[in-house]
Structures are given as C-alpha cells and as structure tokens.
C-alpha cells in the first residue's frame, strides 16, 4: 500500500506500530500501536467508515490516519483480514487568530464519513474551527506521450512539435493520494465539539458551545444558523452544547445536548431556526444524591441514536441512558459505567478529570454498547442479557491471538487476586474515544496514543 504523503513522523509511527490479536466479549483484536509517545501523537477521534473496510483516526498533531481491511486470503478463508496502514496525511495546521489574538489548535475533534457513490472516499475532518472536506483516492495508472511536454513535465517548444501522439497509461506503484475538496471555515465563534452528516447526504451539520450550523456540502462561504442557545447578556449563560447528531433515517430531524444533561430533540420542518425543540429529554434529580459535583457529572458528553433511530444513548461522566423517543421523562436504561469513582470526585476535580469527556457507541444490531473508562479499561453492557464486562487495552495484556480476560474493580475490604482495587488506578491512562464495526464484532479502542483494534473469537 503506498503512503501519501509519509511525514517523517508518520513514517517513524509506522516503523514501531505492532500487530497482535487479542479479542470481544469472548474477546480477542489487533492492537495497531505506537510506542512514540508524544502529545501530537494522541488519538483524538476514531471511525469507522459505513462498510466497515476503513478505519480512520484523528490525533492533536492534525493528522488523519487511515487503515484498510486486508482482503480475506484464499489460503484461509476463515480467518479475517487484519487492519493495516492505507494513508495518512496532515488535515489541519495550527493556526493564529489576530483578531482575538488566540491560538487554534490542529487537534483533529471529529471525523465522519460519507457514503461511498464511486472509487474515491470521502470524508469530514474538524478542528476547533474549520471543517474540511476530503477525497481519498488511489492512483496506480500514470499517463505518457503527452503532446505539450516532455517525460518531465517541461511545456515542450511548440515549434518543434511535427506529429501528435496519443497517450497511453503505463501501471505505476498505487499511490494514495488525499486532497481537500471543500473548507467550510468562518462560522463557527465558539469551538467546534460535533459534526453529523445528514441522511440526505447533501447536508451536514456543525455544533459548538452556543450554536449549530447546517452546511450544503457544494457551498463553502455560507451556513445557516438552526440552533442559537447564546443569551443577550453572557452573564445569564446557564448550558453549553455538548453534542449534536442527526437521526439516521429523517432529514428534518436532529439532537443535540448539554452540560446540563438534557437532551433536545429538534425538527426544522417546524421553523427554519429550531430555538424551540420538539422533544425535551431529562431526568428529575434525585434530592438525596445532590451534592457539589452533581451538575458537572450530569453534563452530558456524548449523544447517539441507534441504528434504527428509535433510541438515543446519552454519555455523562459515571453512567450510559438509553432513551426512548416516545418517553421524555426518564430513560429506560441506565448503565453504571464506574460508579466506584463516586467516593473519588474530590481528588477527580482537583485533576480536571471530572471534566473528561468519553464517547459510547452502539453494535450493529443495537443490542450492545460500549463506553471507556480509566486504567485503559472500557465497558460492554449487553441491552438483552443485562450483563456487563471491563475489558482491558494495553499492551501487557495483549499478546498474539490472547483472550481478553475481565476485570474487576473492588472498593475497599480484601482484594482477590485477579481484581484491582479503585485505589491504585491510573487515571492518565482513559478510553475516551471508541467505534463499533457497522456491522460485524469488530471494535477499535483509542488508548492515549495506541490503537487497538479487537475483534470477536474466530472459532
């Protein structure tokens, strides 16, 4: 596979990414990782495309880096393809606001693909502020013969010239070239957390702390304003948005949520500026839990329907909700994620992992999702079976085709041999981003600057 175009960085990442096996629920992966460990280095965003065949990830040096299924061999038809490199190139640089007199950062916040309707991909990258469009494509064919240039491309003397040629195409090393098609920049005040293309595929939408904007992916120089949540005086500023999605199957209908740990439900069929929701999700505070840190781990950090579109799941900082659209009063499922931390908040606050924000994801089938945690540890709540299980990412664990074995956290008293105990985990290490295979047992799991990627035990 060729690489377009292989900063030294990339090329160094590449030289130190192993492959192993490990695995899901029953589980064993492939972790693709890298030992050098630097701030640019960490992985910001990951996912998968609609069939599943890329895998794309965004780190805090701007970088998009893409992996491809390897084709099943015909030597084992069984045993799946593994993911490897296929492209990599720089989607953002750092940036200078003069005017604010601000820095903007490269850090890659989203990527979100879109469907494929030809050879080439396409996908949206964002960072705080500008969204880029881009197409990946191969190229393993090189034209010849032309008639205004020479072999090197030198405009050839006109003069010179006696007789036309017909150029032909000469196979070449496939090369895999990335190159922006569109940047939708100037929008956006606030930084950008969500982008969500909609099921028209003509639109897509982008959200920050006080606004959603709705683009047409041909027009770059204008967006329109659907959601505006900033009051006339800042001082009455009472939520931010957190999190923004289209729903899967109705164009005119989207969420989004906030630090308050609401959720609205918004049709643009209603007004062309949704400041009135058609839905309003939230769930009454139980008087007895109130405490200091209630609202900050109430604020919702991840918003996603399902595949069918009849639910939303909502992420806050101790606990997964799963919604009904059909009941806005409370959820109908309420997962605890890490619910020993609730001895922990102080000592959270004092190191602002309070304020980290994790992701969740559904399976295919809806019926599992899946979440991170501290120690490299993420969850899976089965929605059918009610169990649940921690599984680990990290590189001890993850030997060649290794079973991925449980873990348990146990809080205070004796400890068994295989549990660890809430006092001795390492919260520098966290799960924050996480994506499912569209359709098959095949997660991947960012780990600060690894990538793993686990896949269900192939008998």
Known sequence: MGLFPPSPLAVRKMKCFSRYLPYLFRPPGAVLSSSCHAEADIISTVEFNHTGELLATGDKGGR????QREQESKNQPHRRGEYNVYSTFQSHEPEFDYLKSLEIEEKINKIRWLPQQNAAYFLLSTNDKTVKLWKVSERDKRPEGYNLKDEDGRLRDPSMITMLRVPVLRPMDLMVEATPRRVFANAHTYHINSI???SDYETYMSADDLRINLWNFEITNQSFNIV????ANMEELTEVITAAEFHPHHCNTFVYSSSKGTIR??????????DRHAKFFEEPEDPSNRSFFSEIISSISDVKFSHSGR?????????????????????????????YLRSKLCSLYENDCIFDKFECVWNGSDSVIMTGSYNNFFRMFDRNTKRDVTLEASRENSKPRAILKPRKVCIGGKRRKDEISVDSLDFSKKILH?????????????????LYIFQDKVN
């Open 64 to 67: 998009v880096v893409i992996f």
């Open 196 to 198: 969500s293309v909609n």
């Open 228 to 231: 505006d949540i900033k009051p």
């Open 434 to 450: 996480t994506a499912w295979h569209p359709t098959e047992n095949i997660i991947a799991v960012a780990a600060t600057n690894n």
């Open 265 to 274: 439900l918004c049709d643009m069929r209603t007004s062309a500026l949704c």
């Open 311 to 339: 639910y939303i799941m909502t992420r806050d900082y101790l606990t997964v909700k799963v919604w009904d659209l059909n009941m806005e009063n409370r959820p109908i499922e309420t997962y605890q994620v890490h619910d």
